[in-house]
């Protein structure tokens, strides 16, 4: 069995731990956390000092957290990974061996997720160390690659766009139906739908709506719906810019 020690508490390292103990490949022999966060038997410790012998410790904490972290660890020439999908390899202390283990997915403690559709994209500096990580991901994850920490950027910000913004957009629509006396479970259904395409078809093919179809009248109409709320008014206007410039 691979010897994991999960640092951090939060979303990410919450479904890690739950995915890395119930694999048959790897086990967490213990978890660092200062909010002294219990995770069923495994040991808790928040004290550097006492993190235990293991073959991989995940870094799974805020990103401005990381490189702190691991100046932190008491130790040399152990192999580390950070969850980051922003935070370069070489941002973690070099006093150790580096990589990265990073899970493509919104994490939420209240959602199970299954893990084994989750894509995880490995980085590290020596082969070896990078066997080592796939080993890991392949025992939790039927999704694994190879990511370079510049791609890995462009997927982080590629991902910001497709879940956070588009979260976003979500809580706008709720808040225009809450404030007419609308349910926004009656939109469920299109979201479904819209998200159900692209995995048939390019987004650019599956595009639908007033901007895309230039219907003048109509974008003037929720235009004027939008006075009383400049912001949403100006991000209406710069969505529908966008759409209709795409190519």
């Excluded at 731990?17 to 048959?24: D, G, H, R």
């Excluded at 590629?158 to 609308?182: D, M, P, T």
């Excluded at 895309?212 to 912001?231: G, I």
């Amino acid at each position: 069995m691979i010897k994991v020690v999960v640092l951090g508490s939060g979303n990410v390292a919450s479904h890690l731990i739950q995915a890395l103990t119930a694999s048959k490949k790897s086990t967490v022999v213990q978890v660092f956390n200062r909010s002294n966060t219990v995770f069923g038997s495994i040991p808790v410790t928040d004290d550097y000092q006492q993190l235990l012998p293991a073959d991989l410790y995940l870094i799974a904490v805020a990103d401005d957290a990381i490189a702190e972290v691991s100046r932190s660890l008491p130790f040399e020439g152990r192999l580390i990974a950070h969850t980051s999908g922003s935070v370069s390899l070489l941002d973690t202390a070099k006093s150790n061996r580096r990589g990265v283990f990073y899970p493509l997915q919104t994490f939420s403690k209240s959602r199970a997720i299954d893990f084994s559709t989750v894509p995880l994209c490995l980085e590290a500096e020596h082969q070896a160390d990078y066997m080592l990580l796939q080993q890991v991901a392949e025992s939790i994850s039927e999704q694994v690659y190879q990511v370079d920490s510049e791609q890995r950027r462009a997927l982080h910000l590629s991902a910001v766009f497709v879940n956070n913004f588009v979260n976003h957009l979500y809580h706008i629509g709720e808040q225009i139906c809450k404030k007419n006396q609308l349910p926004f479970d009656i939109l469920r259904p299109l979201i479904a739908e819209t998200a159900a395409k692209i995995t048939e078809m390019p987004p650019l093919e599956a595009q639908t709506g007033p901007a895309k179809r230039r219907d003048n009248s109509t974008l003037l109409k929720h235009r004027e719906q939008l006075t009383s709320h400049p912001l949403y008014l100006q991000l209406y206007d710069l969505l529908t810019e966008a759409i209709q410039k795409s190519k």
